[in-house]
Every structure is written in structure tokens, then in C-alpha cells.
């Protein structure tokens, strides 16, 4: 491939663009590889149509390494298995839906779960038929809320999707172990750094689940990792250790006092410590119970109220409280005149079974620990209140937020630091929900059916590419590793006529030893424009060819390191296959 | 690449499918290319999408070769741009469109010139910049009313979508011969039998327009060729020769009739000749006017009837109508109540002037003309009714059918034959429609504005695979050309365990030389039904495996030709090199 700066279709801008406020979304648009087209919708131009090309054969090879087939789906599918799996219903807004012109409805599908079990199981019939390893590229639609970041979160990407069936749970841990180490060398070669953490596993149900989380500042994904082990995890996924059950008996009685005006938990620490209740007079927010109502409703169901106890010193992480409950969505409580009992400020959990209300707690909240907490009078709080003799929780959620020093749940001796990424692909062992929701059955060497278990597996291409410029640029530009570059090296003639003449010659030259080249041959440009598009474009090498080319010598530039070294014609052919050889790989 | 059909994700079919009409549909389906997934809606199974992306390369490097730029758009886009250009009403239920979770209007775009004009306004400025030759390979959504035989007319399909920008109806001309010639490269490529037809240019505007039409019997484009000359046009784009004007005084004056019970033309000439009107006993329908009511309703805008008439022994062709009357829609007449001076079944052009009814004729009825035709009143005709005389249309349209005999409009001589076909390819000079909808300007080298005109030139790919399948089987199964067959052999264990691991071990040899290998492996498959499957899957050149592997010798098959021979495994991998050199594009 040979590209010319004077007719390709690129344009770079001197500004950064208004509305961009993460480094790949601006320099993506600055340096012309992508534009705006639709609302989370954007268009690849040339070049970043031949990146998300390189990302997406990196994928594909790896992919073909472990023996998954490419097949490809319809996007637009009707509405009876999305129906049949109870997904129509569980994403509700988060996807596009639409009617065709009988009236039938379809969905622009996200992921194709039920679609390969269906075909898995419209194709084979025999335990000898397995497993199978599937997968498909496509452009994918979502009703995302705040599409943002360029192609961080978008409402039409690009994605790969694969999918295990294995006949029992051995087979489907190493399918998902092959996966996982496949996603390993993908990541690696698009020259990422990134972290595996745990994740949940969501709407998918199923058992192990981990993201893979492109390191960046910029990633609206936060997770979690530990000083002095490997331990990282998302979040939602985050589990509190458990805390030690012991005899409630043990604990003094519980007493109800007033304390007028403290309908905050700060109010409350404020005025225990000042009127010295119970004789103390260090009451931290960590010895008050909080406790926070919402209304969950499970999918076509009705709501009901839900309340939440967690440590008064630490809030209600509504992400982590949305992943416990899901299916069941969650929304703030505001029906209070339908529960007077409930008293805004003063909740406390001692009536919360006689009312009927469903009550889980934070685990730090185990049986045996005592609470200051609402008395359920306006202006009366209750200390003392034991957990297994003046309240029983219905369960145990996690909803209370992670901190930055909360103790490792993997090692138990180090502190958890919080991290931000961006997810860029996720591993997951789903089992049996869609086999069983559409009756897959392999007919077992004894005669009987067996019930194949799923893996699902997916990469978003086109937000690694984001992720990719998000790790690989500085304020000059793009710095593009060398196995996702849109072209391998960057001829620039530095001046007109012979210069010209020479890069395009020079071009050539490179492009028949199987180089991808891309020459900068205006003429009517500056050797100060073409260096400052020349970064910003973000090509490895770049060569400039200049005064001295008169001479037989041009000057090889390294994007990354910025070192510069003048060569010989002859040489620098030689200098740049190597490169290239050594960290990627060249083709016509 | 080397696939083994032990854990190809392939099962062939026995029985032809039950839905499957024409034989690309039955045979990609039978042979495990194609699965149907939704109403019009394919998956590409691992045979099936390695061909779509043979097909689809095939495209690509041609259109590199005339310097088209690749990028890629979103396929879900907002209704504005839609609405300016007035498509977003044009395309009315043909369309998928959708409201997102605010409400707003979007689109599944079939084509994408509104996009591609914004986005040169957006990039471009110059006239220096131009010409630029643009396009994507996009999956695309239509509604189709009857979606049908397969990948032949899908609603979900692989479509490359061009378009060119030039400064002058020249440049523009330039770059229509260009795309033409790349197309026709692209066809010979892909094995095709095609011809070129002129086209209407239906809902873009724009002048010249030719559609790339494979010849197959399944094929549910008519159109017409001469046997004289080298023209070819769809049936809606047949011009009728014109015929002459002569004075319409010098014929006789206009008579009416009584002829009672003559609705139709049949009942009209037979009652004509049993009386003798007008002293004639050889009327033939020829001699007669019809006079068909339609009612035309222009985009966003009310109904109104439209008579058009056309020589009695034609029917109006509603292709043809429609294709004339765009953008506008037709329907049959029927609000006679409202109009009860059009008296049904003798209907004629002398009141319709006064009526305000708009009266479109057939070229045939020229001024001058005389015709038995309608009285106006119930059992009444009247002759020598005379154009230009006792009537004057407002216009001709071309609606008339075109029948099979009907002189050649281009070389006078020969006469029309009627052909079928698959449109797999349509060029067209688009003109200014789209830069003139979104006032696309460039800046002139006499600093005027200068507005760009367009081409769009379009090819359906996954529609090109069916129609490959439809040129070249046969009653055992595909065909494929060596240019777009999934792999480049298929070699064939004929029997178990040494013949497999020699199957195998030539496989991997030939992969090695950069073919593509499908390797029949499968130990619990009789040799009949292997060589049943390598018929069906329709690989070029099959190398069987069998008795005398001991000796060194395997048998090669060609399954074009279905000769055989028997080769050393020494020459059959020069044999197969050769071969797959001389016709194809080896790859590894």
C-alpha cells in the first residue's frame, strides 16, 4: 500500500475540537482519523478505517490460533428468542428496537447468545459434534444514555463476539482458559497495558467473569487492586470480607434516646458526642447503621421497597447496588405517604420485618455487632441496636462503596488502591442460561441427552482503537505501536520538486519490499506543516527527505523516542524493514 | 489456511430445503454456506463467509487500483439529513426506522449520498481538492415487502457503496468510465456472465445510469437486448421510438357509435368488425385507445387521477409507470363517485381537458394519430378520434409494456428480445441533487464557488455470491471459480487411518505452499459421502486420498470438467500451484 498525502482523504485540524475532552476522542479528530457522524456514531476515514482493519486482523489471527470459526450474523433479528431468553425485556432501553413494515418488532441485537445456541443447535446433534468455538466481527448498536468519548462509548461499534459450547464444566473452564490466554496475545500485540480484573457477570448470569481493562486514566471503568497481591477487580465485583458472626446476647440492651434535629449522619455523630450518649463520647459515623431505602423492580414485575444498611461512614455505591440487584432494576424510594411508617431520617431496622419490608445489609453489619441507629420516631434515635436479637437482615448486599485502604478480599493483608480503565474485552463463563432457554441438547455416548454449557467472549475493536491512542500518544500527537499503524513509515518530502520526486521514488521502493508507506507529496505545504501533520498523524518512522537527499541522504525520525538519525538512501530501506520485521508485521 | 472438516462447522443437507425456490438459495443452504436467522436475513456460516470475503477483496483491490479511498460510516443515522434531501419521505415504507430512548428519528441508511456530500463539504474547501473518489463496505438494511431466494433479495445484505465528486460534468463523466471499467474488471473476476443495461435512475435524479445485470433464468430483473445491435435496457428504461407527427386535420372528422356492452377491447374490435364501423371490418386492438385512470400522489403531497393512454393491444406496464412517475407514487384509480364524468369502460380523451384531468400518452400516439376510443358515455365509442384535433395530451410516458419483437429504439434494426437477470452492480451519474441539498461548495481558482457533482455506483455483495452460485453448479452442487472458492482444494481421506494421516500430511503441504486446504478427515464417514459433500461444497479441484496413496498416487478431480487423474503426491502439489497461479490469487 502506497498512500499520497496530496490526494488522500485527510484533513488535520490546528485546533482541538470543542466537544472533545479525552486525548484519543481529540486527537482521533485532530489528526483526521475519524469524524462525527450520527449522535455516538462516527465515521473511520481513511486512516482510521486501515487501523481498525490492523486491530481487527490481530483478533481474527488470534482467534483462527485456537481453532475459533468466523461466522457472521444478521444485526437486525426478530423479537421471539430475545423473548423466549428474557433479554427483550432485561435491557429495556439499552437497546434498539423497531418495527418492520407488517408491524413485526426486531431488535438491533448487542450480543448474539441466543443466535448461536440456536444455530449450535439447528447444526449439531451428537456429543461428538463438541465443542465448538464461534465467533463473529460486527458492527454492533446500543441505546447508550451518554454516548461519549469518541469511540470509548459509542451507539455503533465495532465488536467481536465469540461463543464456547462445551458438553460439562471442565470443558467450558478450558475453553475459557483458552480464550483468556488468546485475549492475552491479542492485547499484547496491539502493544496494550492493561489489568484482568473480576467482574460480574451481569445480565449474562453464569459463574467466572473478567474484563479485560486497558490501564487509562481516562476509562470511566473504576476497579480496584491490591498493593501487595495480583488482586484486581471491578468495583461491582469487589467482595467486603466477611466479618465474624458473634452472640448477640453478649451485647447490652438497646436504649432509645432523643436527638431532636439529626436526620443527617453527621448531625447524629454530632449530637451522641455532645450529650455523651450512652456514656461515650467518640461516636464515629462508623458506629452508626444507615439506612437507605429504594424501590427494585424485577423485570415485568412491580416495585416494592428495599432497605439498604450499610456503615454510616460510608455511602451506598449505586453502581454496586444496580449489579447486586440486577435483573430487578433499582430507582430512590419517593413513595413515603403510602409508608408512614417509614420515617425519613430516623429508619431504623428493628421494624422493618413487622412492616414487611425487605432488608439486606452491608457484611460489615454481621450478627453480634451493636449500631447507633433511627428509632423510628422523628427525632429519636436507639444505641446498642443488635444485629441478631433487635433486627434480623433478610441477606447480605453489596452496596456499600470500596475505598481506596480497604483491606485486599484476596490476600487479606494489603490495601486496595482505585484504578481507572477502559473495558476492552470480557471473558465469561455463562452455563446453561440460553441452552437451557432454547432446549440445546447433544445426545450423550450412553443415549442421553446432555445439555451443552456455554462461554462468551467479546472485544470491542473499534473502542480499542481508543483505548490503543489513549495509551499511545503525546502532546504532539499519535504515537501508533507498530502492529496497528495505518502505514508502516512516513516519507516526507521536506521540500518541492526534486524532494518530491525523491519521496515518491523513496515511496515506492519501500511499498515493493512489502512496506505500507504513506508519502507526504504536496506541494503546496510546508516543511513545518508536514512535520507537525507527520506527528500528529502518529506513523512509527517517518523519513524525511531534505536538503541532503542531493547527497544520497535522508533523516529516519522514531516517533516514540524522537531520536533522529541521518542515512543513506541504501540504508534506511534496510533500517526500516528491520524495525518493522522486529515489531510487526508487514504486508503489501 | 487448513480447515478439517472433522470440526468444520459445516453439516450438509441431504434434502433440498423446503422454502428454497432457486437454486443458489437450495444449494448454499445444502451445502452449508448460508443458515436463515430472520425474516430475510442470513448467516454466513464458515464456507459461506470465507467466500463473501474473497468477494469482497475482489472489490477492494479493484477499486484500489482507480485510487478509491476506503472509510466506513455508521448504518444508524439521524433523520435530518434524510429529510433535507427529501429521501427520508421518498423511501417511505422500503426503509427501517426507529426512535431512540429520547424520541429522536434514525434511520438504518440503505445508501449513504447525503454522508458522503456532508462529509466532503466538511473536509473539503478547494478546488484543488478535487476529484475525490470515495467508499465503504457497509452491511445494509432495507425493508423489504417480500424478501426472497436467499441472498438474492435479502433485508440485511453486504453492500459497497461509491461515490465520486468532481468539479465539471466532464470530471464527473471521467470518473463514471472509471468505476464502469473497474466494475467490469471486478465481474470478470469474480467468473460472471453479465451485461451492461441502461437503467433508470429512479429516486436519484441524475442522468446516465447503467445497471450490471448477471444473466440467470432466477433472475427477477427483466430486461430487453436486440439481436442486432449491442443494446441492452432495463424494461423501465426502454425508450420508444418515436413516431412522426402528421396533420391531424387531414384525417376524417370524429364519429361516435352506439356499441353497447364493450367495456373491454376484446368486446370493443369484435363488435367494431360485426358492424363494420366506419365501413372497416378489420379493427384490430391496435386500432383502439385505452384510456387506464391511476391516481399519482407526489412525495408529502395529495392524490389526484392521471388517465394515460396507450394503443389497446398494450397493457400499461406498472414497473414501467412507476418507474416513470418517481418520486411520486401510483395506485389504481378509484374514486370513480367523485368523478362521474369518467363513465368506466368508455373513457375518453376528448373531455379530459376540460375535466382538469392531466393525460399522459404511449409515444405511439402521436399528433396526428387517429384511434377508436371511448365516447364518454356508457355503450358509446367514437372513431377517428384524432390528436391534436379532438384532444391534446399534456405529455407522453413511457408505461406502455415492452414486448418481446418490439423494434430496437437504438439501432432501428433489429428487434427486442426479453432476458432475465440479477442486478449485482449499478453505476450512475447522480449530478448535482445531493451538493445542491446541502449546498456543497468548493472554492474556485477564479475564488468563485464552484458546486461538485456525483456519481454513486454501487455492488451487493453477498447478492454477488448468489448470483455466482446461480451461474456456476450443476444438479450435484456448487461450482465455485477459483477466484472466490471458500479454500483452493479439498482433499479427501477416502479411507481411515493411514489415509486420513496422509490426508493430513498433504494438507498441511499444500498449506505450506499457500493454498487454502479444506482436508476431508471425518473417520466415521463413508468415502460416498465424502465425495457427495466435495461435489456439494463445489471446490475447483478435489485430490482423493485413497487405495493407491500406499503406492504414491492420488487422484485429482476437477469439478468443473469431472475429469480425473491420477497424479504422484509429488506432482499433485505442482499440479494444484499451477493451476490456482494461473486462476486465482493464492494467499496463505
Not at 479528530?29 to 473511520?44: H, Q, S, V
Not at 450480543?111 to 465443542?131: K, N, Q
Not at 504532539?476 to 519521496?503: F, N
Request: overall charge negative.
Amino acid at each position: 500500500m502506497l498512500l499520497r498525502m496530496a490526494t488522500l482523504f485527510l484533513r488535520t485540524l490546528r485546533e482541538d475540537p470543542a466537544d472533545a475532552e479525552v486525548a484519543s476522542h481529540r486527537l482521533l479528530l485532530r489528526a483526521g482519523y475519524i469524524r462525527r457522524a450520527a449522535p455516538g456514531g462516527f465515521t473511520m476515514l481513511p486512516l482510521g478505517k486501515l487501523v481498525l482493519d490492523r486491530v481487527t486482523e490481530v483478533v481474527r489471527s488470534e482467534l483462527a490460533e485456537v481453532g475459533a470459526q468466523e461466522v457472521q450474523f444478521p444485526a437486525l433479528l426478530p423479537r421471539e428468542p430475545y423473548e423466549t431468553s428474557g433479554r427483550w425485556v432485561e435491557y429495556g432501553d439499552g437497546i434498539f428496537t423497531l418495527a418492520d413494515r407488517r408491524g413485526a418488532e426486531f431488535l438491533l441485537a448487542p450480543t448474539h447468545e441466543e443466535m448461536f445456541a440456536l444455530l449450535v443447535r439447528d447444526l449439531f446433534s451428537s456429543y461428538r459434534d463438541y465443542p465448538v468455538l464461534l465467533y463473529q466481527v460486527q458492527t454492533k448498536f446500543r441505546d447508550e444514555a451518554r454516548p461519549r468519548a469518541g469511540l470509548l462509548r459509542g451507539r455503533e461499534f465495532l465488536m467481536k463476539d465469540a461463543y464456547s459450547f462445551d458438553l460439562d464444566d471442565a470443558g467450558l473452564a478450558a475453553s475459557y482458559a483458552t480464550m483468556r490466554a488468546a485475549y492475552q496475545r491479542i492485547f499484547d500485540r496491539l502493544g496494550m497495558s492493561y489489568t484482568i480484573v473480576k467482574a460480574m457477570s451481569g445480565l449474562m448470569g453464569g459463574s467466572a467473569s473478567e474484563e479485560f481493562l486497558a490501564t487509562a486514566p481516562a476509562g470511566e471503568d473504576t476497579y480496584v487492586g491490591c498493593a501487595a497481591c495480583a488482586y484486581a477487580a471491578n468495583t461491582e465485583a469487589v467482595v467486603t470480607p466477611a466479618v465474624e458472626a458473634t452472640d448477640p446476647a453478649a451485647r447490652p440492651a438497646a436504649t432509645t434516646h432523643d436527638t431532636p434535629e439529626t436526620p443527617t449522619i453527621e448531625s447524629l455523630v454530632a449530637l451522641a458526642n455532645a450529650r455523651g450518649l450512652g456514656g461515650r463520647t467518640d461516636w464515629t459515623a462508623a458506629d452508626t447503621l444507615k439506612n437507605v431505602v429504594v424501590t427494585v423492580t424485577p423485570p415485568g414485575g412491580k416495585g416494592a421497597p428495599l432497605v439498604i444498611g450499610v456503615p454510616g461512614d460510608r455511602e451506598v455505591d449505586l453502581k454496586r447496588l444496580a449489579a447486586a440487584l440486577e435483573p430487578a432494576t433499582v430507582a430512590m424510594f419517593d413513595d413515603w405517604a403510602a409508608h408512614p411508617f417509614l420515617v425519613r431520617g430516623y429508619i431504623g431496622p428493628q421494624v422493618l420485618a413487622g412492616l414487611g419490608i425487605r432488608y439486606l445489609v452491608d457484611p460489615r453489619v454481621a450478627v453480634g455487632t451493636s449500631w447507633l441507629t433511627g428509632a423510628n420516631e422523628a427525632g429519636r434515635h436507639a444505641i446498642d441496636v443488635t444485629h441478631g436479637r433487635d433486627f434480623v437482615a433478610d441477606g447480605t448486599i453489596e452496596a456499600a462503596e470500596v475505598r481506596a485502604g480497604d483491606p485486599c478480599p484476596a490476600c487479606g493483608e494489603g490495601t486496595l488502591t482505585m484504578r481507572r480503565g477502559i473495558e476492552i474485552g470480557h471473558v465469561f463463563q455463562l452455563g446453561r442460561r440460553f441452552t437451557d432457554a432454547f432446549s440445546v441438547d447433544a445426545l450423550g455416548a450412553d443415549g442421553k441427552p446432555v445439555r451443552p454449557t456455554m462461554g462468551s467472549y467479546g472485544i470491542g475493536i473499534s473502542r480499542a482503537v481508543a483505548a490503543i491512542a489513549e495509551q499511545h500518544h503525546d502532546e504532539r500527537g499519535l504515537v501508533w505501536p507498530a502492529a496497528v499503524a495505518p502505514v508502516d513509515v512516513h516519507v516526507v518530502a521536506a521540500g518541492k520538486g526534486d524532494q518530491i520526486a525523491g519521496a515518491l521514488a523513496l515511496g515506492e521502493r519501500l511499498h515493493r519490499m512489502g512496506l505500507r508507506v504513506l508519502v507526504d507529496d504536496r506541494a503546496n505545504v510546508s516543511p513545518g506543516v508536514k512535520f507537525t501533520d507527520a506527528e500528529l498523524i502518529g506513523v512509527p518512522v517517518t523519513v524525511v527527505v531534505g536538503r541532503r537527499f542531493a547527497e544520497g541522504y535522508v533523516e529516519l525520525r522514531d516517533r516514540a523516542t524522537g531520536e533522529r538519525t541521518d542515512l543513506s538512501v541504501e540504508e534506511v530501506a534496510d533500517a526500516i524493514a528491520t524495525r518493522t520485521a522486529i515489531s510487526g508485521v508487514p504486508s503489501a
